[in-house]
Every structure is written in structure tokens, then in C-alpha cells.
């Protein structure tokens, strides 16, 4: 009969601990790519605490440059001004687009047919 430090953790529990991401949530995002047949629990952890890392750098980037600094909040708008206005984040414009109102979108959008009838 073996023995368990209840002390010690094993390293598979170590290494949960150290992600706050739920695993099954990127297993399941991993396998909706129809090239993925299998996913390794290596790869998984690894692919869970790089996205986890990703997500706390856009954070605190936006937080360090955005409006909210003052009273220590995060909006979206945040998010939006960083993946617009930081090259590494620039991937992200499509997904964090500015928010636009839609009097604002409508106007730009008659202003947009008004040019195209004049030519």
C-alpha cells in the first residue's frame, strides 16, 4: 500500500492550479477546428495558460492606457482603443471594434450614398 503526502500535490494538480481558464472550455474551442482530431493534455494546458497570459496582457495594456485608470475599472472601450491603436493588438480590430452609435452609423452611411450618386 503507498503512501500520499497530503502536504504534496501531485504535479498534474500543481499545474491546474497555476491556470484559472477551464480547460474543457478551450478542449472544446480546440476541437471545433475540423484539423484537430486529437488534443494532447500537454498541448491543452499549454494552449490554456497562452491564452490565459494573452488575455492578462491585453488587459493590463488597455487598463494602463485607458480612461478608466482613475477609477480603476476596464470598459470596452478600453478594448477597443488598445486594439486599435497598439500594433501587436491590431489583429483585433474586427473582433473590438469601436462602438458607434446608430444615428452616428446611419448619417455616415447616407453621407457615404450622397458621395457615391454624385459621381
Known amino acids: 500500500m503507498s503512501q500520499t503526502n497530503p502536504d504534496k ?46 488575455v492578462q496582457h491585453l488587459a493590463l495594456t488597455s487598463f494602463t492606457n485607458g480612461s478608466g485608470r482613475e477609477a480603476n475599472t476596464l470598459d470596452y472601450s478600453d478594448l477597443a482603443k488598445t486594439a486599435e491603436e497598439t500594433d501587436i493588438f491590431h489583429f483585433l480590430t474586427d473582433i473590438l471594434p469601436k462602438k458607434i452609435l446608430a444615428r452616428d452609423y446611419l448619417n455616415s452611411l447616407e453621407q457615404l450614398q450622397d458621395e457615391d450618386a454624385d459621381f
Open 9 to 54: 500535490d501531485s504535479p498534474a494538480s500543481e499545474a491546474k492550479k497555476t491556470i484559472s481558464l477551464p480547460t474543457s472550455r478551450v478542449r472544446l474551442i480546440m476541437k471545433s477546428s475540423p484539423d484537430v482530431s486529437s488534443i494532447n493534455q500537454d498541448a491543452l494546458f499549454l494552449t490554456t495558460k497562452a491564452t490565459e497570459l494573452f
